[in-house]
């Protein structure tokens, strides 16, 4: 690996500051949920504690937004990402492919603020087949006809419930479930 | 600092924004043009016809597809995209002024979606054509 110690140690400073300065009600309510495993919660394959950075990237606003919300980087571990971005030009059955220099400014984007919880050796190219997904979407909190609403249509069309998924907010009271 | 290397880092984007934006404004005749001198050079060319372009835009492929499945049999309405529905801003020049005015974008675009429903580069012939046929449509 390349990535200096430098960076690592900068960025374990940036996440510790956000960490510490995130307020209250945007604290993640898992902390007392589920029983330690091995891996830790959902079997290590947990979400970020802060899915989004305050600031985000410019290009991945612009590129990764045009057929689909711009999924947060902390929804998935770092090499997810760099599965994902190194298969755009067959990307879900679509050409989402990037000149070079636009992927490897994403890619770093992503990676930098991938999931600082996984803890699992998986990395699932879909949101919707990690464990923390399906714990949170099962069928307490989102009844089967829900999913079957055309306004769903799809486990990723996260905005037909999260009003504020665009801004990488998940919290509960931005939810709306359609009926 | 943390605070001082964001906020140094939002002016340098900024300012990238700013200086990016005046040199790749480009009109649609401009990018018309551009794709003309490409299909010259392929012989036979006998111009572009936008009645042509206007056929093949709304001819669904063997997968089903065709150009309007997500921007619609009419250009100048907004779309939607066929896979996962969100919506898409009009295709049509005059419907809307973002259009063919970033010669970069264009050919991203071109390139993605013909690969989509053709699973095959357009050639300059057919993207003058149906650039032809956007030119033609009134809001």
Known sequence: MSLSHKKLSGLAIAMLAMSLSMP??????????????RHGKYGGEDRGRQVQPAQVNAKWQKECSSCH???????????????????????????????????QEITDFLVNNASNRWTAP?????????AWFKRK??????????WK??????????????????????????????? | ???????????????????????????????????QTAAKNTPGFKGFSAARG????KAKQANGLSCASCHTDNPAAPGKHEKTGKAIEPLAPSANAQRFADPAKVEKWF????????????????????????????N
């Open chain 1, 24 to 37: 209250a009600a945007q604290a993640d309510d898992d902390d007392n949920e589920g029983r330690g495993s």
């Open chain 1, 149 to 179: 609403n055309p306004l769903v249509k799809s486990p990723a069309n996260c905005q037909a419930c999260h009003t504020q998924a665009e801004r990488g907010d998940f919290s509960e009271r931005n939810i709306k479930m359609p009926r």
């Open chain 1, 122 to 130: 998986t990395a699932p190219l879909q949101i919707s087949e990690t």
């Open chain 2, 111 to 138: 390139k993605r979606n013909c690969n989509d429903v053709l699973a095959r580069v357009c050639t300059p012939q057919e993207q003058g054509d149906v650039l032809s046929y956007l030119l033609t449509i009134k």
């Open chain 2, 54 to 57: 206007e056929s093949f835009f």
């Open chain 2, 1 to 35: 600092m943390l605070q001082k290397l964001h906020t140094s880092g939002l002016a340098l984007m900024i300012v990238a924004g700013f200086a990016a934006q005046p040199a790749l404004a480009e009109a649609p005749n401009q990018i018309l043009d551009s794709i």
């Open chain 1, 69 to 103: 919300i711009a999924y947060a980087p902390g929804l998935l571990p770092a090499e997810s990402w760099r599965k994902v971005m190194g298969g755009l030009n067959k990307h879900f059955g679509t050409d989402a492919s990037l000149t070079a220099q636009e992927n």
């Open chain 1, 137 to 146: 979407h099962d069928s307490h909190e989102v009844p089967a006809a829900v």
